[in-house]
């Protein structure tokens, strides 16, 4: 009998023993349970600004993890491989008390650990463990940062979001047609974020990829949608540099940055570029 995700709007239908498309949630005896709980393929301490968050707590640092998996397939991507692999990945088993223990400990030195940031792949394909860690970390009075793509249900990420304070989403492009080309929906992560900046700290990052989603209308319209939301939301406008896929393409002309960041800047307050 199959037994429906709930964490992603795939809703993927899996038999017993079945991986879904993330390959990091799976049925297990007709339970859904995520593969990667504390299968840790990244870890490193990281400046906060990195993530990126350049509005939140600056100059600290933060303990930076990730695992493996993702529900988007970006042909660009620039971790794919931790994000597209799986169960063989190469990992390390880190419990959310020890990992909430080794924020503490950091947190002790100088500038000072903020908290632990979920990050690398896409964090929420692990929500158990994400969860876990959060009530432990804000427990021991640590921040939690979240980064993501926004490809997530509702009732999850509100289950999240009172143990989050900070967090950077991807808003990929502002059209469908783009988000198809990653195997995406614009809807749901415009939702996200909306929802998002209602509770805690939201930044936005949209990476430029030349010929795909580099038009000053489109960033005019992205703009005007955040701006509706708050335009003291911050937006970075990322260079793409190719990778994955998509090692044919030319990396984005800086020029081109300056100008979607110019025409940002006629909406939101804060702007700021990326890779340049």
């Known amino acids: 009998m199959k037994t429906i995700c709930g964490i992603c709007p795939r809703h993927c239908a899996l038999e017993p023993g079945q991986t879904g498309f993330c ?3 799976a049925n297990r005896n007709g339970v859904i349970v995520c593969k990667n709980y504390g299968r840790l393929t990244a870890v490193a301490l990281d400046p906060v600004e990195k993530k990126p ?3 939140f707590y600056p100059g600290r640092s933060v303990l930076s993890v990730g695992s493996f998996g993702c529900n988007l397939r970006c042909p660009f991507c620039q971790n794919s491989g931790i994000s597209m692999a799986g169960g063989d990945a190469e990992t390390i088993y880190v419990s959310p008390e020890r990992l ?4 503490v400990e950091l947190s002790r030195r100088t500038p000072g650990n903020l908290g632990v940031a979920f990050t690398y792949n896409e964090p929420l394909v692990g929500f158990e ?3 876990d860690c959060a009530g432990l970390v804000h427990a021991a009075g640590l921040k939690n940062i979240l980064v993501t793509n926004g490809t997530v249900c509702e009732k999850p990420l509100s289950k999240l979001l009172p143990l989050i304070d900070a967090m950077n989403i991807d808003l990929k ?3 469908q047609d783009y988000y198809d080309w990653l195997l995406g929906d614009l809807g749901t992560v415009k939702k996200t974020i909306a929802i998002s900046a209602r509770a805690c700290h939201v930044e936005v990052t949209t990476l430029i990829v030349p010929g795909r989603n580099d038009s000053e209308e489109d960033m005019d319209a992205e703009a005007a949608w955040l701006a509706s939301l708050d335009p003291a939301i911050p937006l970075h406008i990322s260079r793409f540099f190719p990778r994955y896929h998509t090692r044919d393409l030319e990396p984005t002309p800086v020029d081109t940055i300056k100008r979607l960041c110019s025409v940002a800047r006629g909406r939101l307050k804060y702007v700021y570029s990326g890779n340049c």
């Open 23 to 25: 390959r990091a949630r």
């Open 53 to 55: 968050l350049r509005r």
């Open 100 to 103: 909430a223990a080794k924020a």
């Open 129 to 131: 463990y994400v969860r």
């Open 173 to 175: 492009g502002f059209r």
